[in-house]
Every structure is written in structure tokens, then in C-alpha cells.
């Protein structure tokens, strides 16, 4: 069996994969963000909440409806992003006009409410969600066994990047978008509505937290701090591949949850802290991130 | 970045609030006349659910139930530590430097060890409840510090001895990199050794920041380790679990230990999870008629209608018996010095309806017998709560590290 820096060759196979499924996840959660940063020009801190708040309507949905997982990956994120709506009309749209630092307290601010509501009702300690029947079971790769569900994560993340992708960058809706948030005074003048622009952005951020809620449910406890564990590192992503770039957070989120991946088994104990060196790397060297626009 | 801030958030607010309790300059012989219990544990994180709110209304179900006919009032308060041993400190100075008499809890290994020091320096009294490090009666003993439910030398003896006796003689360890994984680790090891195991490696994962643990049982596959021994607890083991079950690892042969469960964990996991594991815990409401009995009267005063668990029904015997000691030697004695109260805490018996009858050792460790579970299957549970099977009993004698073992400095054997 051949060796790579003392590990033999299938196990570091293995851990490319897992870092690669973990990446799936960090993609998803800072393409939301990126998006909505993007278009909206906030720092959506409530991110984690929301992601949380998926994973949690899901269980809510198999519990007291008695719907599956299957319903929850469509309804879930559609009911956080109506919350989410209704938070952007209500509060976050007012801010538009003010310094970034405006929106990032508000938006921490109503993450750290929402986590505490979770908390006080149903404790710290996570609820059961188990992974859907058509989805259980493991293929047995040779150098690891495989669970179904991650390859299943792996998969709906690529064709969600990638739809979000092609939504802005190739469709009339995607382009209206991109030109509002160069000039918004001049697109409104040829007779588009902005304002609801903004607000369906930014719903639409919020669901994709919620999709990845959804996704994650089965394989992590669902618990209050689920969203909060993640979304630091999701904010490195971010920063990363440059703020608001999709492309940018799409591709690093896969990467750095390869370099993470790594790590856990060169250094575990540094695990938690490869990503914001390298955030801090990138910073030095570019500083408006790998792939932002200075 | 963000989580320490939204932390020291949180803990002012909270610090706030468990300070605007205490009274400011309001009659000063009432004042002189109140006992203050002081119950700090993770009000907002991970082990909420293990002490928390529910914690603090077993101490105050507890001064209730002792009355304030006796004398003297008690009064009990809480805050949150958040997990983090500077702001337990600050928490703790605060409380003692402000009349709080005893402080109760504290969970989390680093904070408990933290706050061990500030009691012993303002010779106060402190009893830990939910922090698992053995250190605390041994070389970190203090003579103003008692250790009342469990620790990692307790836990080790149990599910890491009926481990290795089933045949898992080699060992994997998933830690969580700080004071209390390590301790864990430690003293599980040397029971694996010392039943001719051995450890085949291991890994130190940061925590809190790691809900991901996909790569670390891989690595722990890899090195074909008979078990795997997850030095963790709360969120961390229920996903170790949970990860360990999707990716095949128990149907390959390989044995899980969670050497720190709570019967909250259980909860959360389902049983479909975690049937069959084994876990160690000194209280179990359905062991018999006198823990039904109590576990039945408090429960419907508890957040989301938990059953106490061996952390809070903990919080319960300690205040009783910390109370009976104060009505034994006056209020006034047990405000000037925590380790007369502590003596004669050590010289009087506990008994309550948690616990049954237990000693409290010199060195600070409560001695209760320890018992070995079982997760039941969803066929053999009747219902919400009802989780583990009996499987082995250690007698109070046998469960503890010996008195001669531990290193405490102040103890003469």
C-alpha cells in the first residue's frame, strides 16, 4: 500500500471525500450569503439562525404533520424564506441606506433571538431526525465506505450552486438584479419595482440557509447552536472568495472543506483554525479576496 | 470572532441579571440571617440541557423543601459560566465577594477547575456537580471543594472496564481537545491497560467548533481499534453517534463507548440511535420506588418536562446536605469559614431520596454506589423517559478512586 506523507493512500482518499461533502455545505450556506450580500449589501449574521431554523422546521414538519423528508427539502425553505421576507420588509430594509455595521448588528442581533427561542423551547441538547429510507445505507468504495446520504448532499449542492448560478448570471430576472445593485435609481426608472427585487433576494438567501438546514437535519444533532458552530467558518468562505462573488464563495467553500479535511488528519487539533489562517493569508495577499472585484 | 462576542454578550446580560437578584444594602441583619447558594452552570450552550435552568430549580427545590423554619432563609440564585472559565471566575469572585455562600454546579471541566481556586482563596464553599474531572479531589483537591455525582476516574472504572471485559481490548480515542476530554482519556486508558487492552491512537478535536466527525471515525476504522471511546460529551457525542451509525461503523463489528452520557442524550438521540450502548451514571429516576418517588414530584416542575438526571437530581442532594450542615453549625460560623462547613459536612451522613444513603470522603468526594446501563430498544421502552436497563452495580466502595491513588495534597493516608 502506497504512502503520501505517511498516510496510507486510501485513507487520505477517504478524508478527500469527507472534506469534500463538508464543502458542500459550507458552499451552500455562503452562496446564500454571497447573494445576498451581493445584491443587498448586508452582512447577514442571522445566516446560522436561519440554517438552524430549517433543520428545525423539518422536524416540526415530520412531527406535527407527519410530512417526510422529502416534503420538508421543499417546504422548509420555503417557510423560512417567508420568515425571512418578513424579517427584510419589517426591519433589514429600512438599513439599506445606512453603513454595513447597521445591518450586521441587526441581523446578529435576530440571530441571537431566534437561537434563544429555539433554546428556551426545546432545550440544548438537539431533537432526533432520521436519514430518509431511499437514501440509507453505504456504498462500500474500497478505500471507505460511503454513506448514500453524503454522496446525495455532494450532488444537491453541486445542482444548486449551480442553478443559482445560472439564475443570475443568465436570466433576465438575474440580470435585473445585477444592474440594481450597480445603479438601483436607474433601473427603477425603467419601470422596475427594486424595492420587491430586494426583498424576493433576500427571501431567497434565507431559503437556501434553510435548504442546507434541511440537508444537514439527518446527519448532525438538530440542535439551537447547529448554525452558529458553522456559520464563522461559512463567514471565512465568504471573505475568502471575495464578498459577494458566487462563483468565488462556491468554489472555496468546496476547496477549504478539502484543506479542513486535511487537516484532520495531519493536525486535528488545528482543525478548527486552518481556515482563518488561510483567510488571513488571502487577506494579506489579496485583499479583496480570490476572486472579489477590488 | 463571532462566538466569543455573541458569548460575552450573552454573559453580561446574564451576569447582570444574576447580580440584580441579590439584594443591594437592604437590611443588614436579614442580610447577616440569609444563606446564599449560587448556582452557575451553561445556561445557553451545549450543556444546557445536562444542568441549566433545571438545575437551578433543584437547588431551589431543595432550600424549599428544607424550609426556611429552621432560622435562617436561604435564598438561591443562577448564571450562566457560558462554558468559559474567565467569565466562571468573574462570576464566582462576584458572587462571594457579594455574600453568595456556596456556589453550586458548574460544569465544564476548564470553568470547574477555574472557580475551584477563587472558593478556596476566599475560603468559601464549593461543591461541584457537573464537571467530570477527577483532578478536582485529586491533585487539584481543595479543602474547601466537595465532587458530589460522578467524575472521568468513576465513569472510566464502569464503561471502560465492562468494555474491555467483553473483549474490546483495543482502543481508538475521539477526545475533545481540553481539560475535561483529557482527563477522560487518561483515566480510561489506564483501565484499558490495566485490564491487558491496549490503544491503538487517537485524535483531539477542537472543541466547540467541530460538529463534523465523519473523518475522525474513518481515521479510528482505519487503525482497527475493537472500540471506539468518544472522550466527549453533550452535542459532540450525540453526533459522534449519530455519524458513527451512517457510516456503517457498528455493523462492521466495531464497539462505540460513550464514556460521558446523560439520560438527555439519550433523549435526543432516540432510541433507534442509541440502543444498545452502555453508559455510567449514579442516579436513574426509574432505579426504584424511592427515585420514582422523587423523580415523579419534581419532574413537573422542570423545563419541558424532563426527568431530573444525575447532574440536577446531583444539585438536589448537594444543597440538602450542604444545608443541614449550615443549620448544624450556625449561620454565623459557616459565613466566617467554608472549611468548617465542609468538615462537618464530611462528618455528617448524606441521605436523601436521590441518592439513598452516601458518605463524603476527606478528600471531597462523595461516595455513591455507580451503576452500568444498557439503552433500551424502541420495542422494550414503554414510553418518553423510559431508557436504560440495569446491568451492573458498583458498590460506593469500589466505584471511586482510592483515597491513597488520588494525590491530594491535604489528605494523609
Redesign the interface.
Known sequence: MDDIFGI?AP?LF??LL??L??GAFYALLSLGLAVIFGMLNVIN?AHGAQFMMGAFVAWMLLEYAGLNYWWALILAPLLVGVFGVILERTMIARLYKLDHLYGLLLT?GLG?IIE?IF?NQ???????Y??PPQLSG?WDLGF??M?V??GWVVAVAVVMCIGTWLVIEKTKIGSYLRASTENAALVQAFGINVPRLMTLTYGAGVALAAFAGVLAAP???V?P??G?????IV?AVVVIGGMGSILGSVITGFGLGIIE?LT??FY??????VIFVVMAIVLLARPAGLFGRA | ???ID?RA??GATAGAAALGVLPGRRARAQAANTIRIGVMN?Q???????G?PNGVMMAQIAAQEFGNGRGFNIEVIGADHQNRPDVGVNIARQWYDQGVDMILDVPTSSVGLAVNSVAREKNKVYINVGAATADLTGPQCSPNTAHWVYDTYMLAKSTGGAMVRAGGDSWFFITA?YAFGHALERDTTAFVRANGGRVAGG????F?????F???L??A??SRAKVIGFANA??DT??CI??AA???ITR?GTKLAALLMFI??V????L??AQGLVMTESFYWDLDDRTRAFSRRVQPRL??R?MPNMVTAGNYSATLHYLKAVADIGVAASKVSGIEVMNRMKGLPVEDEAFGRGTLRQDGRMMVPSYLFEVKSPAESRGPWDYLKLLQTTAADEAWRPLSEGGCPFVRT
Not at chain 2, 433523549?267 to 432516540?270: M, S
Open positions: 496510507p485513507l477517504g478524508q469527507l472534506g461533502i463538508n449574521f446578529f441571537l434563544g433554546r426545546y432545550g440544548s441538547s438537539g431533537l432526533p432520521r436519514i453505504a471507505m465506505y454513506p446520504y453524503r446527519i448532525y444533532s440542535n447552536q447547529m452558529s458552530n458553522l456559520i464563522i463567514f479535511g484532520k488528519v486535528p487539533e488545528a482543525s478548527a483554525t | 470572532m463571532s462566538r455573541r454578550l450573552l451553561d445557553s450552550g451545549p450543556y444546557r440541557d445536562i441549566g481537545d485524535v483531539r478535536y477542537p466547540p467548533a467541530t460538529s463534523d465523519s473523518s475522525f474513518v481515521q476504522q482505519a453533550g452535542a450525540i453526533n449519530k455519524q451512517e457510516f456503517g462492521r438527555a442524550d433523549h435526543a438521540l432516540g433507534e440511535s423545563n419541558n424532563a
